[in-house]
C-alpha cells in the first residue's frame, strides 16, 4: 500500500472511531495531509453514514481549497477549517472537527477545559475558546478560528463544538478521546462539588508518561478492530 492509500484509509477509519466513540456527529468530518505535499484527505459531509465510511469516499483538497478528487456525496461544509490549519500549521498533518458532547457543554457553559485526570494531562498546553458559534463557512472564520487555536492541540468553538490537531491520525485520535473524557469527567466532579485540575508539575509529570507514540499505536489498534469493515 502506498503512503497515499494508508493516509486515505486512515481517513476513513479515524471517522468510523470516532463515530463510535459519540464525538463526531452527523456534522463533524477529519482531515489528513500528505507528508511533503499540500495534498490533505477529507471525510464526507453529513449526507454520509459516519460508521461505514471507506477510502472511496474520502474527498482530496490542496490545502488552498481546491478540490482534486471529488468522489461524490456531499462536501464538508465547514472544509475550510481543514485546509486553512493545514496551511497555518505545518505540524498539525491531521485535523479533527468534533462535536463531543461534554466538551461542548463546558465551552457553552464558558468554563475552561484543563486537565483533570491522568490521560486529560495533555491538556496542559492550554484549551483556547473561539468566541463564535457559527458555522466556519468563508475564509475570515477559518483564519479567525485558526487564530484562536494557535500552537495549542485543541480549541473550543462556542455552542459549536471543537477541533483537534496531530502530528499524526493516531496522536490526533488520543487527543480527541481524552478531549472528550477529560470534559465528562471534569463536569461529572464540578456536580459533585468541584473539579481538582492536576497541578502544572503534575500535568507535566502525567503528560510525559501518557501522551507518547507507544500509547498513541495502542490506542488506535484498540478502536480499529472495533471498526473494521467486512
Known amino acids: 500500500m502506498s503512503l497515499e492509500d494508508d493516509l486515505r484509509a486512515k481517513t476513513a477509519t479515524l471517522t468510523r472511531m470516532l463515530n463510535l466513540q459519540g464525538v463526531i456527529g452527523m456534522f463533524g468530518h477529519v482531515s489528513i495531509r500528505v507528508p511533503g505535499t499540500d495534498k490533505c484527505f477529507i471525510s464526507p459531509g453529513a449526507s454520509t453514514e459516519k ?7 474520502i474527498f482530496t483538497y490542496n490545502i488552498d481549497g481546491t478540490i482534486i478528487e471529488h468522489p461524490g456525496g456531499l462536501i464538508p461544509l465547514e472544509w475550510r477549517i481543514h485546509t486553512q490549519i493545514h496551511r497555518d500549521r505545518p505540524d498539525a498533518m491531521c485535523v479533527c472537527h468534533l462535536h463531543a458532547p461534554h466538551a461542548r457543554a463546558l465551552g457553552i457553559a464558558g468554563k475552561p477545559l484543563v486537565p483533570v485526570f491522568l490521560h486529560g ?60 473524557e477529560n470534559a465528562q469527567i471534569q463536569l461529572q466532579a464540578e456536580i459533585a462539588g468541584g473539579a481538582i485540575a492536576l497541578s502544572e508539575d503534575e500535568a507535566r509529570d502525567c503528560a510525559e508518561g501518557t501522551f507518547n507514540p ?17
Not at 460508521?51 to 469516499?57: G, I, K, R, W
Not at 475558546?129 to 462556542?158: E, F, I, K
Open 51 to 57: 460508521s461505514t465510511v471507506h477510502p472511496e469516499q
Open 214 to 230: 507507544r500509547l498513541f499505536a495502542l490506542l488506535w489498534n484498540f478502536y480499529e478492530r472495533k471498526v473494521a469493515l467486512d
Open 121 to 180: 494531562s495533555f491538556l496542559c498546553t492550554g484549551v483556547p475558546t473561539w468566541n463564535n458559534p457559527r458555522l466556519v463557512v468563508n475564509d475570515d472564520q477559518a483564519g479567525d478560528l485558526s487564530r484562536a487555536l494557535g500552537p495549542n492541540r485543541a480549541a473550543q468553538m462556542r455552542g459549536h463544538g471543537s477541533v483537534v490537531v496531530g502530528a499524526t491520525a493516531e496522536e490526533a485520535f488520543f487527543a480527541c478521546t481524552f478531549l472528550e
